[in-house]
């Protein structure tokens, strides 16, 4: 809501700008703005405004919605715990809160005409048209949880806290020692020497009973499931179905050349440049001059002229404004100026060729087969679209399926059962269209009920019908022990090098030194490149970089080697910060762009 906070929040002052904000205003006079506590309905009262738990929740799901489209991918609860997404969704109610007090305060508000045109200018809240829909409009707000005078007061508040923010940012400077420690902290390098502890350095795994193995399976039911199996019929019909009946004719193909003859025929261009003169005598004695040594730029210079000025652009012959002219010009060898042409307009002038483009051109004979080909999918596609619209007036009038689709020339099939993935109950490869777009349009179909008709990007139009769906089913544990079996040792084993690789930290910790571990391991100490806060590779992951860059210089720690099951156990060396002359005009420019 608040765009100037958003954008900060993105670089690299951004911590010290938003607290450098809260600081302003608790000395401006906004004291006790963050009264926190659960009290009644409310889960925060900010200097006397209570922040009420359903407000919280409506903002919290938006939140999380947001978060996960710029993410890709759906947050769950529990990632939005670890994440702690509820801490900073309450922390921007509290800062929105505390701006709308003070504005409040200050008397400033927004009128309803100006949050009408605010809100009709919204992308999100136009039609197909590209205007505003009021249809459109009530579902948004719905579906974010507000009612049409919520979200209206909403805007309202918003346009009212940029009032007061852009007052802030037009007189907020930022103090150059805090950007300086920022900067500092953000370009820090660290080194560390580690080991790294391999699977097989875990111990034994106890062997599970059936019991266990059993009680395992149905905690996974996700990876020892039969998948949904789906029974359909449908009717299709593709361009190869259609193909042996469409002829071209001669006609048909002189025809679409002749609309395509620009396509087909290219003439040649070029670019030209040409000083004019008044009479034929000025024109001649600037030959002259040129036949002497005089460049074309240095006369068109000396008459004033620029090289903009003097050119004609990229032209065909038939583009030049008369005939004389452009059988000249046309006849020109490249880069050599002419003798004086007469113009047009009584006048004369000296002309250059600077670029020859050449032209090109293919008969009828030269491009039937290509012709062909595309008049006969056009044709194809048209005998497609006749053949549907059959089906759906035939289905329309009550007939089967397979009727509907005899009538219009298409085929039906039946498919007895078949996984998202193409596969048929006993295993092998469902006989489907091979055609990328009908296997998720068969899973997206409604039991019961027909498709509508749809086409394809590779030309085919089908319609699809479900009979039936079976539900995944949790498989017996004698067809998937062997599978169950490895995936709680890879479990387990995992779980004991953790166990393992927090108690060799602990004692590299009191030793501090790597040297006892590695060799009681019978593996090397490596020693690292230089780390950034942002390494993320095979050897460090990005969790790991986090904790090497909280531990204190000595500091051991560890953590998994991405996804290769390893361990490591890393132990700081040496910390290095940057050296920063704070008159440096990139640093300056960085503190004044966002003061």
Known sequence: MIQWMHALSKSWVATLLMGGLTLSFVVWGIADVFTSGLTGSSVATVGGTDIGQQEFQRAYRNFLRNQGQQMGTEITPDMAQKMGLGQVTLQQMISRTALNNEAQKLGLTVSDAAVAQNVRAMAPFRGTLGQFDRRVFVQAIGAAGYSEEQFLEEIRRDMTREQLTAAVEG?????????????QYINEKRAADFVVLSPEQAGDVPVPSDAYLTAYVKLHPDRYSTPEYRDADYAA??????MAG???TDAQLSQAYDAQKSTYVVAEKRDVQQIEFKTQGEAAAASAQIKAGMTFEELAK??????AQISLGTLAQDELPDAERAKAIFALPLNQVSEPIKTGFGGFALARVTKITAGSSKTLADVKGELSKTLMTQLAGAKLVDAVNAYTDARSGGAEMKDAAKKAGMKVSHLAGVDVTGMAKDGAHADIPLDPEFLPAVFKG???EDTDPFATKLGGYYTIHVNGVTPPKLKPLDQVRAQALADWNTEQRGKLLATKAQALALQAAKDKSLDGIAKSLKVPVQHSPALSRNTNDIMFSAAMVTKLFNAPAGGVDFGPQGSSGNYVIARITGIAHPALNPRDQGFQGGVMRFS
């Open 246 to 248: 469409i002829t071209v």
């Open 237 to 242: 019909i593709t361009p190869a179905d259609v």
């Open 302 to 307: 000396r008459r004033g002229q620029t090289e």
């Open 446 to 448: 409604e039991v019961g």
């Open 171 to 183: 007189n907020f400077v930022v103090p150059p020692t805090y950007a300086q420690a920022l900067f």
